[in-house]
C-alpha cells in the first residue's frame, strides 16, 4: 500500500511541476524556478501551505492571514463558540471584551520587543502560522484545548503589560507562561483556510 500511495503522489506532484514549468495560460501558475509543485494541490494562496520547510511561505500565508484577520472583526463570534468552555480559573467561557482585548494585544498592539542587536523596539508580534491557525480555529467553532490554552496565555500576558507599564515582552511572556504555557503545546499544522467562510 504505501509504495503505492508514494507513487500516485510523486506523479501528481510532477505534473503540477509540468504545469508549473509550461506557465500554462488560465492556469494561475506561473512558471518558476524552484517553486514547490505541493503548492497547486493544496487549495491555492489562503491555505497555510503544507511544506513546513518553506519558511518564506509559511511567513507569508501567517501575513495574509493576520490581515485577514484585522480585517474583520470576530469577538463576538469566537466568544460564542467558546461560553461552555471552562476556564483554568475555575470560570466558564470567555467575554466578547475578552475576546476583543487578545486580539487588539496579538494583532494590533505594539510591544517592546528585542531586535536582531539586543536594543528594544516597539512593533506588532511578527505573524505566526500556528497562532494564525489557532485563532482561524477559534473563529470558525472548531477550536481544540490548544487553542484555549494560547487565549489564556495571551489573556494573562496583555493583563501583565497593562498592571506593569513599561514592562519588556520577556517579563509579559515568562508571567504569562506561569498562567498558561502555549509554546509548550503548540498543535500540529491543520492547514487552515483563512477565505473559509465562518460567520
Known amino acids: 500500500m504505501r509504495p503505492r500511495a508514494a507513487a500516485s503522489i510523486a506523479e501528481a506532484e510532477e505534473t503540477v511541476a509540468a504545469v508549473i514549468r509550461a506557465g500554462r495560460a488560465g492556469s494561475g501558475m506561473a512558471a518558476t524556478s524552484g517553486g514547490y509543485a505541493g503548492d497547486a494541490l493544496h487549495g491555492g494562496h489562503s491555505s497555510r501551505p503544507r511544506n513546513a520547510a518553506d519558511y518564506e511561505r509559511q511567513d507569508q500565508w501567517a501575513n495574509d492571514a493576520y490581515d485577514h484577520i484585522r480585517e474583520n472583526a470576530d469577538a463576538d463570534v469566537i466568544a460564542s463558540h467558546l461560553q ?73 500576558e496583555a493583563r501583565y503589560y497593562d498592571a506593569h507599564p513599561g514592562a519588556t515582552y520577556e517579563q509579559a511572556h515568562a508571567a504569562a507562561n506561569e498562567v498558561s504555557s502555549w509554546q509548550n503545546r503548540i498543535p500540529a499544522p491543520t492547514y487552515e483556510d483563512y477565505s473559509k467562510p465562518w460567520r
Open 84 to 156: 461552555d468552555v471552562m476556564r483554568l480559573d475555575g470560570s466558564t467561557g470567555f467575554s466578547p471584551e475578552e475576546i476583543d482585548r487578545i486580539r487588539d494585544h496579538i494583532f494590533f498592539e505594539e510591544h517592546p520587543l528585542t531586535d536582531y542587536d539586543g536594543g528594544v523596539v516597539h512593533r506588532r508580534y511578527d505573524a505566526s502560522p500556528d497562532m494564525a491557525e489557532a485563532w482561524l480555529r477559534l473563529r470558525s467553532g472548531s477550536a481544540i484545548p490548544d487553542d484555549v490554552a494560547l487565549l489564556e496565555h495571551e489573556s494573562a
